[in-house]
C-alpha cells in the first residue's frame, strides 16, 4: 500500500473517529449538561497536557530527522572515498589500478543493485559486499610501491580504504529503527490522552468545534506518521537514497 495512500486513511480515521465520539457523547449527554461549565482546572491540565505532548512529538521528529541526515552522511562519506581510491589509484601500474578500479566498481554495483534493496526490505547488508570490501583492500594494502612517488599515495590510498569501511559499518548500524518500542507507546498513549482531552473540554456539536476538532486529530496523526516515516532512514517513503554512488559512479555495475 503506498505511503501517501496510509497517511490519508490515518488523517481520516483520526477525523472520523473524533466525530463520531463527540456525535455519540452528545446524544447519550444529560439535557441539563451546559458545556461552558467546564471546571478551570480542567481546561488548566489540558492546556499542559497538550504543551508536553508537543515537546514531545517536537523532539521525536528531530531525532528522526537527525538520524535520517546521518544516514545520507555516511552514504556521502563512502561514496566519496571509493571516488578517491579510484581517481588516487591512477598513480600505480596499469594493471594494479585496473584492477583496483574493477574492485572499486564492483563493490558500488552490489551496494546500489543488491545491496540497497536488502537493507530496505530486510534491515541488513549483504555478505558478497562485506567480501569485495575486504578484496578492494587486500588490493590496495599488499601492493608494495616502487618508488617514492607511488609511496606517497599509498597511505592515503589505505586511508580512503578505511573510511569505506567505517561509513560502511555505521550506514549497517543505520539500518535499525531509531525510535525504540517505549517510546513509541509514549507517542501513542500521549495522542490518545491529548484527543481524549476535547471530550472532557465538552466541546458542543457545532460544526466549527467539530472541524477544529477534526483537524487537531488529523495533525496529530500525520506527525505520527512523519515519524514513522523517518524511523527507517533507508526504507522508507522519505529516505535516504543510493544518489551518491550513482552520481560518483554512474557505469557502476555488479
Not at 471546571?39 to 504543551?51: A, C, Q
Not at 521528529?61 to 563512502?78: K, L, P, S, T, Y
Not at 555505521?170 to 491529548?194: C, E, H
Request: with cysteine; aromatic share 8%.
Amino acid at each position: 500500500m503506498p505511503e501517501w495512500l496510509v497517511l490519508t486513511l490515518a488523517m481520516l480515521a483520526a477525523c472520523a473517529v473524533v466525530v463520531v465520539i463527540t456525535l455519540l457523547r452528545h446524544r447519550t449527554a444529560r439535557v441539563d449538561e451546559d458545556p461552558s461549565e467546564t471546571p478551570d482546572v480542567i481546561e488548566y491540565m489540558t492546556m499542559w497536557i497538550g504543551v508536553v505532548y508537543a515537546i514531545v512529538l517536537g523532539l521525536a521528529i528531530a531525532g528522526v530527522w537527525e538520524a535520517r541526515g546521518a544516514a545520507e552522511d555516511h552514504v556521502q562519506a563512502e561514496a566519496q572515498a571509493l571516488h578517491e581510491v579510484s581517481e588516487r589509484a591512477r598513480v600505480y601500474p596499469a594493471d594494479v589500478r585496473d584492477r583496483i578500479r574493477e574492485d572499486v566498481n564492483a563493490y558500488v554495483g552490489q551496494v546500489v543493485t543488491v545491496e540497497w534493496k536488502r537493507m530496505a526490505d530486510h534491515g541488513e547488508l549483504t555478505p558478497r559486499g562485506d567480501r569485495l570490501l575486504e578484496r578492494l583492500r587486500a588490493d590496495v594494502t599488499d601492493y608494495q610501491p616502487r618508488n617514492d612517488f607511488e609511496a606517497q599515495a599509498y597511505q592515503p590510498l589505505v586511508d580512503q580504504v578505511a573510511t569505506v569501511d567505517q561509513a560502511r559499518a555505521a550506514r549497517a548500524n543505520s539500518t535499525d529503527p531509531t525510535m525504540p518500542g517505549v517510546v513509541w507507546f509514549g507517542l501513542i498513549t500521549g495522542a490518545v490522552i491529548t484527543i481524549g482531552m476535547i471530550f472532557a473540554l465538552q466541546i458542543r456539536r457545532t460544526p466549527r468545534e467539530l472541524i477544529l476538532a477534526g483537524l487537531f486529530s488529523a495533525l496529530i496523526a500525520f506527525l505520527l506518521f512523519l515519524i514513522w516515516d523517518f524511523d527507517a532512514p533507508y526504507s522508507r517513503g522519505i529516505a535516504a537514497s543510493a544518489e551518491p554512488f550513482l552520481q560518483l559512479f554512474p557505469h557502476a555495475k555488479g
